[in-house]
């Protein structure tokens, strides 16, 4: 009995550890795609608009495999990481009436403590809500500048805001559109689940065919090297995330037109409120009466 305790708790150690690292790859390889990818879909657009010419997807993903996608990850680096460090600082002051109130040690000073822990915690969440909202349009606009007119991360973050700052109530009304878009659109795809439930039962023996596969080689390969439920858990976390992707690719590839939509409507908009404010005429230098002659005598 304890030599299978112990067994099983080395095959949970051993699973989390592979758990843990499958997720750190995964989140590495979802950021450059996303970063690649939407430096790509900006400056394509771009270009589009400045010449006139199609880029195919390739000649795209060129575009994206440079600088420009580098400095998107710094970007939302130097704004989310203080930004992240600000409110769990605001949620870990949130339980400071919580602590004090239980050292009163009366019933009365523990549901004062616990009430205002608790309005703390919510009015945090709800200005996390705010925050990420507002942070999400304004990267939108650094992204912008950063790939459109090559900029650094400062100067793309000062370049965004410049633009936002003219225009927030244009800003506020694509916003909106924008919103209601992605409203229809999950209205949109949760009702095509149920027109399309025929195709969905389709790519489900697609996907478990697909997934089966290569999780029966992970548990042959692994079951020579390991014992017990280890071979099996292995061979789920290989063959799960195969067979999740083959059932949803349909609408995966139509979240990615989606995607395709909002960040082609953003490089319009921000060409646009970029367009306007540069547009705008030079204040005339006031002349000196003085130094103006007399009209000549008619």
Known sequence: TEGLGRRFVVDVIAVLAVLAAAFTVMLIVTKI??????????????????????????QGLRLGLSRTAWRFFLIDLVIDLPVFLAFVLLFALSFAPLVLGIRGSTPATVIA???????????????????????????????????????GVIASIRRGWAVVRRKPVDVLLMWLIMLGVGIGWAILIGLSFLVLF???????????????????LVFLLSSLVFEGALPVLLAVIVGLPIFI???????????????????????????ELRAVGDAQPAQVPAVDAASLGAAPAA
Request: glycine share 12%.
């Open 33 to 58: 795609a996303r970063y690649v990818s939407e430096a790509a879909l900006i400056r394509m657009v771009g270009d589009y608009e400045d010449t006139g010419e199609r880029l195919g997807v390739w």
């Open 198 to 216: 025929p195709i969905l039962i389709l790519f489900i023996v697609l996907g478990g065919a697909a997934g089966a596969l290569p999780a029966y």
């Open 113 to 151: 403590g616990s009430l205002l822990t608790g309005g703390i915690f919510m009015a945090g969440i709800a200005l996390a809500i705010v925050a990420g909202t507002l942070l999400s349009v304004l990267k939108r606009f650094f992204r912008q500048a950063c790939a459109l007119e090559d900029l």
């Open 245 to 271: 992707l083959v059932m949803l690719l349909p609408w995966w590839c139509l979240g990615g037109l989606m995607e395709v939509f909002k960040s082609s409507a953003w490089t319009l908009t921000y060409r």
